[in-house]
């Protein structure tokens, strides 16, 4: 039997709709941009001087002299703030059409009625539709924009914002400091569960355009929430620059669960620095599917600061043509009796480039403390490239360490096996890999596995022939 | 000592060992690093013929405060050439065990599978274990896997233990016996398997 070529689908999301502002600053970054950023935005001093602090260390700092290549970004020629709406609305109906037809062709209106909390839409540099059960509301959970959140909760934002991602531990975090826009704040006060998850919406539609969305979670004691982010972009010829921060604090006995299913369209550079900070028995749980961008460096780590802490990191990347996923995960273990785990799974196919890069250190203090890192990737074919940087600091002398990795092909024997049964051999590599990726994808609620596993049997389509 | 296809190394002083399987060939090295000094060893096995099998198994057990710096090398010349090292070492005191993992497939390998593990159990604060596993796969249908593991006892264990009378020093043959014992079960030839055995209990009841 021969397969049938087929020809890989488009990618579903890279429409772009008409270019609407009511504010566009001007192409390139200084001073004056910042200025003018924070003015229009009506910030605190303290906001504004920390976003001249952040840009001047953004100046003194330097590219990452590791990873992927980064020479292609143009920052002379990224718009970095770019208002597309007056404000935020709290019902659809409010937006302009475009806007509200680009979301509708998302899907997130139809998501919000049927399994979500809250939903938060970012358009560009701002939070445009934003959304919460009313019934949360009233168990004191905050969920605002990033800028709604300086205005209205200033106490806790002035607290914690840039605790745990200093505006200085890299290019990309001083970057977004000096420029941020947008993003969530999310406060999740003691003992209150969040059922259902809580979801942010990230589209870019501009052509050049930079998004330095801006996340703070602050998860109270004994609360429990699941934060839930997707991300697509159009497809231009240029490209285009994400680079958010995400701090969470997981107090004692929290759990926060962040899960990033990212489809960004190949154009974009996804540079994105993503912490936890975690109390005593607190947990914090990464989810991160990878699956577009031409780029993307992404290590989401969780620092472990409080005894019988817990940390886990649950990861896919997919790379086809021209992608390069440069993914991994740190824990750093500070207190006795923390644990973490780190899952990564990768698929490169058509010349696609995935790396696992990834940090477990242990200080003497964090006695008998266990880690657990798992690497697994699956190559389709001759002219893909995976590589694996796992680092390990072990500064404990009771610390239970464990670390697999494994890289492999799908077997003849497997697809003999599936194809003998009738099932087309396209079929069957779609099986096998998402079999392959079935560890983290049941970690998903539902609607999001079956929206992973249909987004990479897209990718596969075409990869018999 | 050499028999059909299985040949025991016992290494107590810097060393080189290199061998070459042939088509078809399959063949398992046992080596015992036990030294009273400190010393640097390399083995390296080339799998040159298709269908070659090599199957490593080591145990480390450095018998003073020494340094102890071993790599192998299992290099894949050849087609659907299959290769396992399964290493395991015992640290005591304030010794130093250095393990570098080679796997090596080259350009005309396919369907080659090859698989290195290294377990440590560290019984001292000071003991310290450092394992670099280095893979350079230049094709893409093959399966490679690594995987290291570092523990103490751990405290379930000896709590359990405890609980029914066992003293630390007790415990400690015990775990250690059932640990060396994962790596000599699965040596085929009983004489070698019985001599690596009873050489490795002589040396932990001294320890």
């Known amino acids: 039997m021969k397969p049938k070529k087929i020809t890989p689908k488009a990618y579903a999301y890279g429409f772009h709709k008409e270019e609407q502002s009511v504010y566009k600053a001007q192409k390139g970054l200084n001073a004056a941009i910042i200025d003018e950023i924070s003015n229009r935005k009506k910030e605190p001093l303290w906001m504004k001087q920390f976003r001249l602090k952040s840009f001047a260390l953004y100046q003194k700092k330097q590219m990452p002299s590791w990873g992927p290549d980064l020479s292609g970004i143009d920052f002379a020629n990224i718009y970095y703030y770019l208002k597309p709406t007056g404000g935020t609305v709290s019902k659809w109906k409010n937006l302009p059409k475009s806007i509200l037809d680009t979301y509708e062709r998302i899907g997130v209106p139809e998501a919000e009625k049927k399994f979500l909390s809250g939903v938060s839409a970012q358009y560009e540099s ?88 801006r996340t703070l979670i602050v998860a109270d004691e004994g609360s429990f929430v699941h934060y839930v982010e997707g991300c697509t972009a159009p497809i231009y010829s240029t490209d285009s620059l994400h680079a958010a921060v995400v701090e969470i604090l997981v107090k004692k006995g929290a759990r926060v669960r962040y899960t990033t299913v990212q489809n960004w ?195 596969m389509e075409g990869s018999v022939g | 000592m050499r028999l059909q296809n299985i040949e025991f190394i016992h290494i107590h002083e810097d060393q080189r060992y290199s061998d070459t399987l042939p088509e078809g060939e399959e063949k398992t090295y046992v080596f015992l690093v036990a030294p009273k000094q400190s010393l640097r060893a390399e083995i390296s096995v080339s799998l040159e013929g298709r269908n070659a099998k090599a199957q490593l198994l080591g145990i480390i057990i450095p018998q003073r405060n020494i340094e102890v710096h071993l790599s192998t090398t299992q290099l894949h010349k050849s087609p659907d050439s299959v290769s396992v090292c399964l290493l395991r070492s015992l640290v005591l005191n304030d010794s130093l065990v250095s393990y570098q993992g080679n796997i090596f497939i080259g350009k005309r390998s396919q369907g080659s599978d090859a698989f290195q593990h290294h377990d440590s159990m560290l019984l001292s604060g000071h003991a310290r274990v450092q394992t670099r596993p280095i893979l350079e796969i230049l094709h893409h249908a093959v399966s490679c896997k690594h995987g290291v593991s570092m523990h103490p006892i751990p405290d379930d264990v000896l709590w359990y233990a405890k609980t029914r009378l066992l003293h630390q020093k007790q415990i400690e043959r015990i775990y250690v016996d059932g640990f060396i014992r994962k790596i000599t079960d699965m040596i085929p030839d009983s004489h070698i398997r019985d001599l690596v055995y009873n050489q490795c209990r002589n040396i932990t009841k001294t320890l």
């Open chain 1, 265 to 459: 369209s190949t154009n974009v550079f996804n540079l994105v620095t993503k912490r936890a900070k975690v109390e005593e028995e607190g947990v914090m749980e990464w989810v991160d599917g990878n699956l577009g961008s031409k780029c993307t460096m992404k290590y989401p780590s969780v620092i472990l600061t409080g005894r019988k802490a817990r940390g886990e990191v649950l990861s896919i990347a997919y790379a086809g043509r021209g992608q390069i996923q440069d993914a991994g995960a740190k824990m750093i273990h500070m207190a006795p009796d923390t644990t973490s785990r780190i899952i990564s799974k990768s698929i490169c196919k058509d010349g696609g480039r995935t790396s696992y890069r990834g940090l477990v250190r242990i200080i003497p203090t964090a006695t008998h403390a266990s880690s657990h890192v798992q690497c697994d990737a699956l190559i389709l074919d001759g002219k893909s490239r995976s590589d694996t940087y796992p680092y390990m600091d072990i500064q404990s002398d009771d610390a239970s360490i464990a670390h697999e990795a494994a890289v492999s092909k799908i077997s003849d024997e497997q697809l003999f096996y599936l194809t003998s049964r009738g099932i087309p051999e396209e079929e069957a590599v779609s099986m096998v890999v998402n079999g392959f990726i079935e560890p983290i994808v049941k970690e998903l609620p539902l609607e999001y596995a079956v929206e992973l596993n249909r987004l990479i049997e897209l990718q």
């Open chain 1, 126 to 213: 701002e939070v445009v539709y934003k959304s919460i059960q009313k019934s949360l509301s009233k168990k004191g959970v905050v969920f605002l924009s990033m800028d709604d959140g300086l205005r209205k909760r200033p106490d806790i934002v002035k607290e914690y914002f840039g605790t745990v991602v200093p505006p200085g531990d890299n290019k990309f975090s001083a970057l977004n400091s000096a420029v941020w826009s947008g993003g969530s704040f999310l406060y999740v006060p003691k003992n209150v569960k969040v059922d259902l998850p809580l979801q942010a919406y990230f589209r870019i539609n501009a052509q050049n355009m930079g998004q330095f969305e």
